[in-house]
């Protein structure tokens, strides 16, 4: 059995310790922001967070969640970071389609928790497994700063 919590909340799995983190979180725990993309760890949609650190998902056993936390998309709203991320993501307009966008804002919170004033270049590095296929990147890249920035006048 694994021990976990997800958003706050104990969780106890005694399934199969090798199923997705992926496939916990959406079909036992019903929190669907999180997406399924490739299966492949290759595309960022499915990006949470284990004790604060950007994971794929679809990837992560559950096995690899005992006694940690998992945050994921449903949870932003109640994080400083977080909430300054989805607020820069609506001001810019940054979805198209949305469906990449849980991952997006995950991996830009996690940026933003460690380095609260990236430039292009780190963005764009801590980014880079996030695909767009509506190719938003220079939105995304926008959003980021201005989350920066609102950090900055929050001081």
């Known amino acids: ?9 104990t969780h106890r799995f005694d399934g199969d310790p090798q199923t997705p983190l992926l ?3 959406r079909d ?6 999180t997406k399924y ?4 760890s290759l595309c960022g949609t499915c990006t949470v967070h284990l004790d604060g650190e950007p994971v794929r998902s679809c990837v992560t056993p559950v096995s690899q ?5 998992v945050t994921t998309i449903e949870a932003m709203s109640e ?3 977080g909430r300054r991320v989805q607020q820069a993501w609506l001001d ?13 804002i995950m991996s830009a ?21 996030n695909i767009c296929r509506c190719g938003t990147y220079a939105r995304i890249r926008q959003a980021i700063h201005r989350a920066a920035a609102t950090q900055e006048d929050e001081a």
């Open 23 to 25: 496939w916990y979180l």
């Open 1 to 9: 059995m694994s021990t976990f919590t997800v958003n706050g909340k």
């Open 92 to 104: 810019l307009g940054v979805a198209q389609c949305g469906y990449c966008q849980a991952g997006q």
């Open 109 to 129: 919170t996690a940026l933003l928790r460690d380095n609260p004033a990236p430039d292009d270049e780190q963005i764009n590095q801590a980014m880079s497994g």
């Open 37 to 40: 993309g490739c299966g492949m």
């Open 79 to 81: 994080d400083a970071v």
């Open 65 to 69: 969640a005992e006694g940690k936390a």
């Open 28 to 33: 036992v725990s019903r929190l669907t922001g």
